[in-house]
């Protein structure tokens, strides 16, 4: 049977993977907690003194069921989502008397911080409009949500301490452990993907110079009046071309090195001290205006404002560049020039550019669309064709080539590490989990 799992929290990622059956009726004559008598409509489950209504499982279930590819109409798997969801909800409750019973606090600001990120993250999702139709939609005021999103950032903050505390603080995993789990599974670790090591040549597509230089100079304007006082989500909410993230300041929530896709705008949010204003970055939007909010000081994400002056290329100017660096091919495969020649003149992408148009190492599955075709049956020492993306065109020499192959040991050790310690930890908590349900009173009542 297809199993399920779900999140002890959606705000700061704790994930709680529930095994077996639902407990049904469970507990101890000793334990506290109501008695078990009639149903009482409306409750799904009752922990300690403590219930868990049917409509909190209801409303996981339709964020959920999209997920995971449940259709509400199909009562088998709807009710067996339903079921893990209740007993997911079980384990909060547990977690949040343990961690109430050995005194563990949070602190105000830290609650309210993580509330800020989450209603900020969702303006910047939703944009302003969107927010506002969302909370009319659910029948509540933003003071309402902040209230929900106090409760449950409160919760998931208690519920990380006790575990972290009680549980992953205490699991070691040791390298012994680690070469004994490949030695056992390296079937299961799949292999090691084709990988190619290319030369690109990038061309971005940018309308005529005349206009390309006006946009500019608004983005030079927008950030000098910002440097003169005019407070940053002022400035965007009064300038931006970014619809989404415009009545929010120019907020855009945490993301990671490659989850935006264009390394320019990241070199600069993982670059840019916290706090400045960036020079105007050109992407394949337009000039943006950057200012680094936070960042984690390990690199995994960083949060930004932005104000984004659009400067969208015509179909004219697609093809004059097309042909510029269809152009430019011609004269490479003609020894006219080399290709580390053609990137260092021509290329629009800086951070290649200072390598020679080298990026490393790329696993196959890295390229997508017309990149792939392009790649896909080049030999080493070949140039590809000219491949299309949006906002501009590739154009690729392959000069390294890796085949599939098995996994060494010291390649994967520490993501091996780190899944063996995940495991563990995983195995841990489902322990201490099934020793709190021992312990506490649980009634768990048929959903349907």
Do not use: C
Not at 26 to 51: C, K, L
Not at 334 to 352: G, P
Request: aromatic share 6%; hydrophobic share 40%; proline share 4%.
């Amino acid at each position: 049977m297809r199993r399920f799992w779900t999140a002890v929290s959606l705000l700061t990622g704790l994930v709680v993977y529930v095994g077996g059956n639902p407990v049904w009726g469970q507990g101890t004559t000793t334990a506290p907690g109501p008695r078990v008598g009639a149903p009482i409509e409306g409750v799904a489950a009752v922990v300690g003194d403590r219930p868990i209504l049917r409509s909190e499982v209801e409303e996981q279930f339709m964020l959920l069921a999209p997920q995971f590819q449940v259709d509400p109409a199909d009562t088998s798997q709807a009710n067996q989502l339903r079921r893990e969801i209740l007993d997911n909800l079980v384990s909060e409750h547990l977690l949040n008397i343990e961690a109430e019973s050995q005194g563990i606090k949070v602190d105000d600001a830290e609650v309210t911080k993580a509330v800020e990120e989450a209603i900020q993250g969702d303006r910047a999702r939703l944009g302003a409009e969107g927010f506002a139709a969302q909370l009319v939609r659910e029948g509540i005021t933003e003071a309402d949500l902040r209230v929900r999103y106090s409760q449950e950032a409160k919760g998931e903050m208690i519920r990380r301490r006790l575990v972290e505390r009680e549980i992953f603080a205490k699991v070691q995993v040791t390298d012994a452990q680690v070469e004994k789990y490949f030695r056992e599974n390296r079937e299961k670790l799949g292999k090691k993907p084709r990988a190619l090591r290319v030369l690109d040549l990038y061309f971005r597509v940018t309308p005529d110079s005349t206009i390309e230089m006006t946009h500019k100079k608004r983005a030079d304007q927008i950030r000098g009046e910002i440097l003169g006082g005019l407070a940053f989500e002022e400035a965007a909410k009064r300038y931006s071309d970014d619809e989404r993230s415009r009545d929010s300041g120019g907020l855009i929530g945490r993301f990671g090195p490659g989850d935006l896709g264009d390394r320019s705008f990241e070199a600069i949010a993982f670059a840019l001290p916290v706090g400045e204003i960036s020079q105007p970055v050109r992407t394949n939007l337009g000039f943006h205006i950057v200012q680094v909010m936070d960042r984690d000081p390990e690199g995994r994400w960083a949060q930004i404002r932005h104000i984004l002056v659009r400067a969208v290329p015509s179909r004219a100017d697609e093809s004059r560049v097309r042909a510029e660096i269809e152009r430019i091919r011609e004269r490479i495969v003609t020894a006219q020039m080399t290709f580390e020649e053609a990137v260092r003149i021509h290329s629009d992408d800086a951070a290649s550019r200072e390598a020679g148009g080298d990026v490393g190492w790329l696993a196959i599955d890295n390229f997508l669309g017309e990149t792939r075709a392009a790649v896909e049956n080049l030999r080493v020492g070949e140039v590809s064709p000219v491949a299309a993306v949006e906002g501009g065109f590739h154009l690729f020499k392959l000069i390294g080539e890796q085949a599939e192959t098995e996994y060494s040991f010291a390649e994967i050790k520490d993501d091996l590490k780190a899944m063996v310690q995940r495991e563990e930890q995983q195995a841990k908590l489902e322990e201490y989990l099934g020793g709190l349900r021992k312990k506490s009173f649980i009634d768990i009542r048929p959903l349907r």
